[in-house]
T-cell receptor, first 117, second 109 residues
């Protein structure tokens, strides 16, 4: 199956700093990747759709200036949490669909647990 | 608006059968998927239904009725490793996934 990686797996930062999370598709090209956040024992909430070579599209209520997304290549999307605050502490997960299974199957990265102090 | 409803928790013993129901509401529906997530891990794909009927994949089966906006995931011959959260998610016409709140399945010996 397709593999999606994320880096880092865990990050702890001070309030006010910025954190960059990378999402890579290791064995397929992804023109579209998705970014989610998940609170403990809660569902995955779609934050934005990352589009290679163009601007990301954000879901309602997600601040695009706070959560900067860059999809610079067909295998890499980055999410930067700018001026992080404790309420941004969450589990951030990316996903991509290689489009080969015919089942709209999305492959998820292992996630990044962000803790803002 | 868009919504999905699924039970929050289910407990069963090893070897049993569990059915997790999911009802959804959306204006643009493409298909219904199921994902499994173990604590602290990434969601993994289990099944997908675009058309009405039953899809069987080993011990797991999924059903969809588009006219009823309803689907279910059937877990058979439960094993301890099946203890996890299970999410139904519909795919909208723009290929975005919208997840339900998840059902925590606890398998007991």
């Amino acid at each position: 199956g397709a593999v999606v990686s994320q880096h880092p797996s865990r990050v702890i930062c001070k309030s006010g700093t910025s954190v960059k999370i990378e999402c890579r598709s290791l064995d397929f090209q992804a023109t579209t990747m998705f970014w989610y956040r998940q609170f403990p024992k809660k569902s995955l909430m779609l934050m934005a759709t990352s589009n290679e070579g163009s601007k990301a599209t954000y879901e309602q209520g997600v601040e695009k200036d706070k959560f900067l997304i860059n999809h610079a290549s067909l295998t890499l999307s980055t999410l930067t949490v700018t001026s992080a605050h404790p309420e941004d502490s969450s589990f951030y997960i990316c996903s991509a669909d290689p489009g080969t299974s015919g089942r709209n199957e999305q492959f998820f990265g292992p996630g990044t647990r962000l803790t803002v102090l | 608006g868009q919504s999905l409803e699924q039970p929050s928790e289910v407990t069963a013993v090893e070897g049993a059968i569990v059915q997790i129901n999911c009802t959804y509401q959306t204006s643009g529906f493409y298909g219904l998927s199921w994902y499994q997530q173990h604590d602290g891990g990434a969601p993994t794909f289990l099944s997908y239904n675009a058309l009405d009927g039953l899809e069987e994949t080993g011990r797991f089966s999924s059903f969809l009725s588009r006219s009823d906006s309803y689907g279910y995931l059937l877990l058979q011959e439960l094993q301890m490793k099946d203890s996890a959260s299970y999410f139904c998610a519909f795919i909208s016409n723009d290929y975005k996934l919208s997840f339900g709140a998840g059902t925590t399945v606890t398998v007991r010996a």
